[in-house]
């Protein structure tokens, strides 16, 4: 058994359970309410939303199954670099509003000027 594989599954599985239990009801109930006549793109942001909830319970599947069985290691592998893909994501995601935040303010200052 490998400890750090059980606990990152048990971390995957309850990510999960918070985003659909809170996440669901503080994102995706009122985003579907909303009157949007881009159907498209509401329904888009849904399929986004159910998409991340399948593919947290799968990381934490990934997981916990070799961790549990001593078998499949390649699927904790696997997992291991989906998350770090959506970490680098996610931090270039971050950084690159910082920098549009901040070239957007510094023209605001320039054009009070």
Known sequence: MNLWWIAA?????FTAVV???WGGRDIDRPLMALAIDDR????GAHLC???VTI???ALSAAYLWPALTGRAADLA???TIVCLAATVWNLAMILRDRKST???SSHTDI???
């Open 9 to 13: 599954g048990l971390l995957a599985a």
């Open 55 to 57: 593919e947290l319970a």
């Open 49 to 51: 939303w159910h998409l």
């Open 40 to 43: 498209q793109v509401k329904y």
């Open 77 to 79: 592998v696997l997992a």
């Open 102 to 104: 901040r070239l957007n």
């Open 111 to 113: 054009s009070r000027m």
């Open 19 to 21: 985003h659909v239990v």
